[in-house]
């Protein structure tokens, strides 16, 4: 049985990569290797550990011992790089923990990858492959018009982003110095299932249906490309088994849309699927629609103004594009929090209060 490992797995697209190869790859072993920092948590991978195919293995992708011990232990075919500290907020606060987990701890992957695949006999060595997933915040912001396309220059604008850059320059650099066979994935903004609730669109649906304010930042006029996860995991699937080894491939759901238009759609599928009229939280306030909740608050330092993706690398490539529209995803998104608030409690429990971040404090 072929072993995958999937750094980050207990976060959001690692754990729905996991439950995407557990559909698709039926034969094939599955490590998961995660720090379990806040975002990460085993409860997202529950009904996963069920089948006896997922194994899960505590440790950080930043300390070389245990990821020399990781590839040596389990002998891994495919290694998918998912870890990463991800919320732009939290790095304006505290950028050593992106500098971290994302620049030196993709270096480690990278470098215990390369000694193992060394090692590998030469027919496993022909197979192995690694692919680590980045961002389009990497390329910075764009005007009113035009795209980001795998040529694009980087020109990160906030601590995580710059944090993402100097990853993607080192497996890039593994693969022209070493010949390492990595293949690289850039993609726009990801929403669904098992999300942590810092992310504007679970941060939304779960402070509407509490009744509090749904805070859009600056005018709400800042633009992003909006990909339904599940979209984002069959690319990432075509990507290492078919996409060309040194090659980076932008992922993109075609779905521009300002965050206030995704705050507006929210509350309207929210408005469909658990009328204001029967939520307690809207009737204390007198308000009839989750519309009523929203609230412009200061913008975020360094708002980058818009992304927008060109997937047509991967589209005439590999065949891939998009399944899911941005009504259709945003409408299962929200019945997924509706039907699994047992989830959204667990995982907040102690660690978030779906506080307000990334503001620069005065000394």
């Known amino acids: ?22 559909s698709q ?4 072993r599955i490590v998961v290797f995660d720090k379990l920092t806040y975002a990460g948590n085993k409860v997202s991978l529950q009904k996963a550990f069920q089948g006896g195919r997922v194994l899960f ?22 290694v998918f790089n998912f870890a990463a500290e991800s919320h732009v907020d939290r790095s304006i606060e505290g950028p050593e ?30 197979k192995f492959r690694f692919l680590h997933v980045s961002t389009d915040e990497v390329y910075g912001s764009l005007g009113p018009t035009g795209l980001f396309t795998e040529k694009t220059p980087y ?46 669109i679970p941060l939304m649906i779960l402070n509407a249906l509490e009744g509090k ?14 990909l339904y996860v599940e979209d984002h995991c069959e690319a990432i699937w075509k990507v290492m088994g078919r996409g060309t080894a040194g090659e980076k491939y932008n992922v993109g759901g075609n779905s521009e849309k300002t965050n206030l238009e995704v705050v507006r759609t929210l509350c309207r599928e929210l408005q469909k699927a658990f009328p204001a009229k029967d939520n307690p939280a809207l009737r204390q306030k007198g308000l009839s629609d989750y519309g009523g909740l929203v609230t412009f608050v200061k913008d975020r330092p360094g708002h980058d103004r818009r992304y927008a993706i060109d997937a047509s690398k991967i589209r005439r490539e590999l065949g891939w594009k998009p399944r899911h529209n941005f009504a259709s995803g945003m409408g299962a998104t929200v019945r997924w929090y509706l039907d699994n608030k047992d989830w959204c409690r667990k995982v907040q429990a102690g660690n978030y209060g779906r506080q307000r971040l990334g503001l620069l404090k005065k000394k």
């Open 213 to 226: 304010a749904l805070p859009v930042y600056g005018d709400g006029k800042n633009v992003r490309d909006w």
């Open 155 to 200: 020109s990160p604008n906030s601590p995580y982003s710059a944090t993402k850059a100097g990853a993607d320059h080192l497996v890039r650099a593994y693969h022209e110095t070493y010949g390492m066979p990595v293949v690289l994935t850039n993609c726009s903004n990801n929403y669904g299932p098992y999300q942590f609730p810092e992310k504007l």
């Open 97 to 126: 923990a992106f500098v971290r987990t994302n620049v030196e701890g993709t270096f480690q992957m990278l470098e215990a990858g390369r000694l193992y695949w060394k090692g590998l006999k030469e027919t496993d060595r022909k």
């Open 57 to 78: 293995v505590k440790g950080d992708i930043a300390h070389a011992g245990q990821v020399r011990t990781l590839y040596q232990r389990f002998r891994p075919g495919f």
């Open 25 to 28: 790859v039926p034969q094939h």
């Open 1 to 22: 049985m072929q072993t995958i490992i999937v750094t980050g797995g207990a976060g959001f697209i690692g754990s729905n990569f996991v439950y995407y190869l557990l």
